[in-house]
Nanobody, 116 residues
Framework: QVQLVESGGGLVQPGGSLRLSCAIS????????MGWYRQAPGKQRELVAGVTTVGTTNYANSVKGRFTISRDNAKNTLYLQMNSLKPEDTAVYYC??????????WGKGTLVTVSS
């Protein structure tokens, strides 16, 4: 069974930074697309950023220029560097991995709270 474990969430002031990590229990080379999603209270889950095997990235308009998604193939880990955080970035952030085998896996989420 595939496991995705997120870490790095917490409380940060507006304008601050956080880096989220997602450790994958399988080789990252078996993953076709990885991404970070978030869900704020009372809202639907939305895509924040995604990255393909060949490194193609895409971002939600609301985070472009502030967030950066990256992957460390040697560590089987996905990252999300979040800078210039805003209160509206407050949400539970989830890691997602879509494998070439067809498996679609989710982590349990990590809470990010942006507040003064």
């Amino acid at each position: 069974q595939v496991q995705l474990v997120e870490s790095g969430g917490g409380l940060v002031q507006p304008g601050g930074s956080l880096r989220l990590s997602c450790a994958i229990s399988r080789s990252i080379f078996s993953v076709s697309v990885m991404g970070w999603y978030r869900q704020a209270p009372g809202k639907q889950r939305e895509l924040v950023a995604g990255v393909t095997t060949v490194g193609t990235t895409n971002y939600a308009n609301s985070v472009k220029g502030r967030f950066t998604i990256s992957r460390d193939n040697a560590k089987n880990t996905l990252y999300l560097q979040m800078n210039s955080l805003k209160p509206e970035d407050t949400a539970v952030y989830y890691c997602n991995a879509r494998f070439y085998s067809g498996i679609d896996s989710w982590g349990k989420g990590t809470l990010v709270t942006v507040s003064s």
